[in-house]
């Protein structure tokens, strides 16, 4: 009961979809920066000027959040918070895998604390060998060795394959997030994806997609119930709007868990849902400031 209420009050303070064409409409980012001086970014947004760590700051407001409903939550829902904290720890596992690869040096991780899976164990790797035999033996499972790309996809599948075997509302979240990344290897790469990442992918989406040729050809060999997550998608330039419209969808089934009559770990995941998307929704207002771009096609097309 006491998280259920809490989720919903923080569900409250979100930006919103208007405030946040507002923020896009902005001519400069110190503009947009400006009109979020009283919600609930604003704290770890003060003396930010660059994009950069604008999107930084408003990431660490979500976890932020995440973890204060955690705090509410009996011992029985600290795995639908680890589940969704997954999203976080990626970054800080891509960061060091990065790291590790000779690129820049990995910024302070986010502080996960109780909603760690593998983290404290994976941050003292010094090889991207050895951080996948760590996290072979976690939650994570196998997920290394192909490279960075290939990593971030089984990392991705495997979050989200975890939260719906928590939170079974979310399962339409995990098979429209599969689609949305075979689509991109399809389309997208100049490389054929792993034998790992076509793996994970098929308990979802099956085999058919991997010999596909097309956008359209793609679209039908998926199973009759994930294909609205692709539908009137053409050619892969136009696959950001898939996207988008996947955080929408994201966004309305959190509206509806939220409207639940009863207390329970679905108000909890809606909460979660309706945070997570206007996070992602702030940060493309954001960037279409700093670009001066006057509007966001991709909130237009999330709307």
């Not at 960061?95 to 302070?108: I, M, R, S, T």
């Not at 995941?269 to 940060?283: K, N, P, Y």
Request: with cysteine; net charge positive.
């Amino acid at each position: 009961m006491a998280a259920s209420v809490r989720a919903r009050l923080m569900a409250t303070r979100r930006v919103g979809a208007g405030a946040s064409r507002e923020l896009a409409a902005c001519p400069t980012l110190d503009g947009a920066l400006s009109l979020l001086g009283s919600s609930s970014y604003a704290g770890r947004l003060a003396g930010k000027s660059d994009l950069r760590a604008a999107e930084r700051a408003v990431h660490e407001t979500v976890l932020w959040q995440l973890r204060v409903i955690a705090g509410w939550l009996p011992a029985s829902g600290t795995a639908l918070a680890r589940g969704a904290a997954g999203a976080f720890e990626i970054e800080n596992i891509m960061a060091l895998a990065n790291q590790l690869a000779g690129g820049e040096k990995a910024p302070d991780p986010y502080h996960l604390g109780a909603l760690a899976t593998a983290w404290l164990r994976v941050q003292s790797a010094r090889s991207n060998e050895e951080l996948a035999a760590i996290l072979s033996a976690t939650a994570w499972g196998d997920v290394g060795g192909a490279g960075m790309g290939a990593l971030r996809d089984a990392l991705t599948v495997t979050w989200m394959r975890r939260l719906a075997a928590v939170a079974p509302a979310a399962r339409p979240w995990y098979g429209a997030v599969c689609v949305l990344l075979a689509a991109r290897i399809l389309a997208v790469d100049s490389v054929a994806s792993p034998e790992m990442v076509r793996r994970l992918l098929r308990p979802v989406i099956g085999r058919s997609w991997e010999s596909t040729k097309s956008i359209a050809e793609f679209t039908s060999s998926l199973p009759p119930s994930l294909r609205a997550a692709v539908r009137d998608i053409a050619s892969p330039e136009e696959l950001w709007r898939a996207e988008a419209r996947v955080h929408a969808a994201v966004e309305r089934d959190g509206f509806q868990l939220l409207r639940g009559p009863m207390p329970g770990p679905d108000v909890v995941l809606g909460a979660i849902a309706v945070l997570f998307t206007d996070g992602w929704r702030v940060r493309a207002a954001l960037t279409a400031a700093a670009a001066g771009a006057g509007l966001s096609e991709v909130l237009d097309e999330a709307a």
